[in-house]
């Protein structure tokens, strides 16, 4: 009898994650990150927040970038993912590397770069119904949000919601941001936004860049 090697949880993961990506588009995945990596990342927002590391979200770019609470009332920490700050930031980002390899094999779609930042968005706090791509922009290909929230409740709101059609008015999927969930999704061309919360709701927003 032939012996097929079982494939290892991993591996799983992430054909999940890439059957979805083909055939939808998106692919939410729970528990992506292990307990303890989440709780970390976690941990280090927290204490870079208290420490005043965040600014305001901008909208746009360069000189059209604007502050616009209306649109969007998160605050931002971005990350140099060539100087991996702490052991947590390291296993992120060797995993969203994994994710890159594994996404060029499957759709090549020549991803070679990834930026990410830390968001924290203050209870009733929200990001209005966007696009990822700057105007003018093709560049960002792919978005990853890995949530950092533990015990995240349904009536805590905070939900990313996902649209399923272009114009982004029609049927959508809501997705908890819960410790460990990771959504992703083919940036162009996909509506979504950031339901307010009742609760401080924490995140890691990652965009994979091709050339
Ligand atoms: C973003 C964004 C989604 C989320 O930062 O552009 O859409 O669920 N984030 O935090
Ligand atoms: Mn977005």
């Given at each position: 009898m032939i012996q097929i090697p079982a494939a290892s949880a991993e591996d799983l993961r992430f054909q999940c994650l890439l059957d979805d990506l083909i055939t939808q588009g998106w692919s939410v995945q729970k528990n992506f990150l292990t307990a303890d990596t989440a709780a970390m990342l976690r941990a280090e927002c927290l204490i870079r927040w208290q420490g005043g590391e965040f600014r305001h979200a901008g909208v746009?770019?360069?000189?059209?970038l604007k502050i616009r609470p209306e649109v969007r009332s998160d605050h931002v920490c971005w990350l140099d993912p060539t100087i991996p700050d702490t052991p947590q930031q390291q296993q992120y980002f060797a995993t969203m590397e994994q994710l890159r390899q594994a996404v060029n094999r499957a759709i090549f779609l020549g991803i070679f770069q990834f930026e990410a930042f830390f968001a924290v968005y203050p209870p009733g706090k929200f990001y209005q119904k966007h696009l990822d791509r700057f105007r003018g922009?093709?560049?960002?290909?792919l978005t990853a949000v890995l949530y950092l929230n533990e015990?995240?409740?349904?009536?805590?709101g905070g939900q990313l919601r996902l649209y399923?059609?272009?114009?982004?008015v029609g049927p959508h999927v809501d997705v908890l941001p819960e410790a460990g969930t990771l959504a992703v999704f083919l940036t162009e061309g996909r509506w979504h936004e950031v339901l307010p919360a009742t609760r401080e709701r924490m995140s890691l927003t990652g965009f994979f860049r091709t050339r």
């Amino acid at each position: 009898m032939i012996q097929i090697p079982a494939a290892s949880a991993e591996d799983l993961r992430f054909q999940c994650l890439l059957d979805d990506l083909i055939t939808q588009g998106w692919s939410v995945q729970k528990n992506f990150l292990t307990a303890d990596t989440a709780a970390m990342l976690r941990a280090e927002c927290l204490i870079r927040w208290q420490g005043g590391e965040f600014r305001h979200a901008g909208v746009g770019r360069g000189a059209e970038l604007k502050i616009r609470p209306e649109v969007r009332s998160d605050h931002v920490c971005w990350l140099d993912p060539t100087i991996p700050d702490t052991p947590q930031q390291q296993q992120y980002f060797a995993t969203m590397e994994q994710l890159r390899q594994a996404v060029n094999r499957a759709i090549f779609l020549g991803i070679f770069q990834f930026e990410a930042f830390f968001a924290v968005y203050p209870p009733g706090k929200f990001y209005q119904k966007h696009l990822d791509r700057f105007r003018g922009s093709e560049d960002r290909t792919l978005t990853a949000v890995l949530y950092l929230n533990e015990d995240w409740k349904e009536e805590d709101g905070g939900q990313l919601r996902l649209y399923l059609d272009e114009a982004g008015v029609g049927p959508h999927v809501d997705v908890l941001p819960e410790a460990g969930t990771l959504a992703v999704f083919l940036t162009e061309g996909r509506w979504h936004e950031v339901l307010p919360a009742t609760r401080e709701r924490m995140s890691l927003t990652g965009f994979f860049r091709t050339r």
